[in-house]
């Protein structure tokens, strides 16, 4: 799930290590400046174990994401990569090269699936792959972190689903705000009532770079003797060998999930987690294919609208979701929850707490305003204006709202680090994953709704309870 642009993100808060590795269970904050509070860490790692104390994992898929999540599971303690498979030779070599000799590596995953020593597994492949070898791995006995989105259409869900209840197996998905502590501030602030009712969410996720818009890098020796085509192919449609596809499968809707399966999953998972939200009963989507015509099949930019009823956890609010990789501002993410009573403004590493409230008009306003009072008899308005005024006393006095507050991560913070430390936790303590196969089926379907409403060109019907298109 790495992407160009969270490279720009960790050059400016910089690679977590000693400093992610120090933190704290808390949820308090520290004071910076005025109305600026240092965010303290979530989740604790757990203390270097003994030698025989080990965890040790495979990857999957040693794409981008794959040594990205390899490499980051590894500073948790305790974790070992012992294995590794991918369909390119050379990424296997270069698994040995970062890793050391010691790591095996192999074409078929089910290889790896079969090894008595293997304790959990990173699925970091392409979508159309996701369900069938997390159900695979799922079975074979190991724990599983698939990256995300966990399915590549609606109607897979619920067998991945299925196979975690059955199998009891600790799944996964790894779409890291589900452990970050931004979401678990914007979560305390709005269960405070910090901003009233949430009626109102804008996020967006946007880049504008070509490798942003996943122009991925094609090696030199990228041929069919150097790539198991047939096997990356799997389900989908045959056709003949193709580089491109194969380091650029997500410009393809035979292998990817176009930019709401890569992007709006990491929108909705925070949206989730903050709100405590299951999932819309409407979303509708519209989008286009408007600047990168380079091949690909997949629109470049999409807006969806999504409809939550009210619950328990939450009132009914209105989401609205933006992508696109022709982003002229520079590209940019950003939440906007929008309450009754104030704003919560989320980036990568802040969010602003801006207390505002709806605005109750002075006197003035009302009785010589822009307001309809004007518009009555002279007897009228003076009649009304008696009245107002014994009624609202203290109407001229016009409401303003309170200083905003900024919370920012630590330096150093990675969310990706503490989503692998639960995940861990998980695996040796048997403590609840937080983003289970439901969790990661109900990020996932709006998504992809999206898609589908998109490609269908209409408004689609979900029941976010039961999990399944209303007809």
Same mark, same amino acid.
């Given at each position: ?66 040594? #990205? ?65 997390? %159900? ?11 990256? $995300?989105?966990? #399915? ?13 209840? @059955? ?70 449609? $045959? ?5 491109? =596809?194969?380091?650029?499968?997500? &410009? ?91 704003? %919560? ?25 822009? &307001? ?25 006095? $016009? ?11 630590? $330096? ?12 861990? @936790? ?31 060109? =209409? ?13």
């Amino acid at each position: 799930m790495h992407h160009p642009d969270q490279d720009t993100r960790r050059s400016f808060l910089g690679l977590m290590a000693a400093a992610s590795a120090a933190s704290t269970v808390a949820t308090t904050t520290t004071v910076l400046a005025d109305d600026v509070h240092v965010l303290k860490p979530t989740v604790e790692p757990p203390k270097p174990g003994g030698p025989n104390d080990r965890l040790r994992i495979a990857t999957i898929g040693l794409g981008i994401i794959g040594f #990205i999540d390899t490499e980051t599971a590894l500073k948790v303690p305790g974790v070992e990569l012992v294995a590794a498979s991918d369909l390119y030779q050379g990424r296997r070599t270069h698994a040995k090269e970062v890793f050391g000799d010691r790591v095996q590596t192999y074409v078929d995953y089910r290889e790896v699936l079969a090894r008595k020593d293997v304790d959990a597994v990173f699925i970091c492949v392409p979508d159309h792959w996701h369900a069938k070898m997390s %159900i695979d791995a799922m079975e074979a006995g190991k724990a599983v972190y698939c990256e $995300k989105p966990m #399915i590549r259409a609606v109607e897979e869900g619920p067998a991945v689903i299925a196979a975690q209840k @059955k199998t009891k197996a600790v799944f996964q998905v790894g779409s890291q705000y589900a452990s970050s502590v931004i979401y678990d501030k914007v979560k305390d602030l709005i269960r405070q009532g910090a901003v009233g009712k949430v009626h109102a969410i804008e996020a967006r996720y946007n880049r504008n770079s070509d490798i942003g818009a996943w122009q991925y890098s094609i090696p030199t020796d990228a041929s069919a003797e150097t790539i198991d085509w047939d096997r990356f192919l799997g389900d989908a449609p $045959k056709r003949a060998f193709d580089p491109v =596809r194969f380091f650029r499968w997500r &410009n393809y809707w035979d292998y990817g999930t176009a930019v709401a399966g890569d992007l709006f999953i990491h929108l909705l998972t925070g949206i989730h987690h903050a709100t405590g939200a299951i999932g819309p009963t409407r979303v509708a989507a519209m989008g286009g294919r408007r600047y990168w015509d380079d091949g690909r099949d997949v629109y470049d930019i999409i807006m969806g609208l999504l409809d939550y009823p009210e619950t328990d956890a939450h009132g009914s609010f209105t989401l609205s979701l933006v992508t696109d990789f022709e982003d002229g501002g520079g590209g940019a993410t950003s939440f906007r929850f929008v309450g009754t009573e104030g704003v %919560i403004d989320v980036s990568f590493s802040e969010l602003k707490l801006t207390s505002v409230g709806i605005e109750q008009a002075s006197a003035n306003q009302v009785l010589k305003g822009y &307001n309809s009072v004007k518009t009555f008899s002279n007897a009228q308005q003076k009649t009304f204006a008696e009245k107002f005024l014994a009624e609202h006393p203290t109407s001229s006095e $016009k409401r303003r709202p309170k200083p905003t507050e900024k919370y920012v991560v630590p $330096k150093g913070y990675d969310e990706r680090f503490d989503h692998m430390v639960n995940f861990f @936790k998980s695996v040796r303590e048997g403590k609840p994953v937080y983003e289970d196969a439901t969790f990661g089926y109900r990020a996932a379907a709006p998504a992809l709704l999206c898609n589908e409403s998109y490609r269908q060109k =209409r408004e689609i019907d979900w029941d976010p309870v039961a999990m399944k298109v209303v007809s």
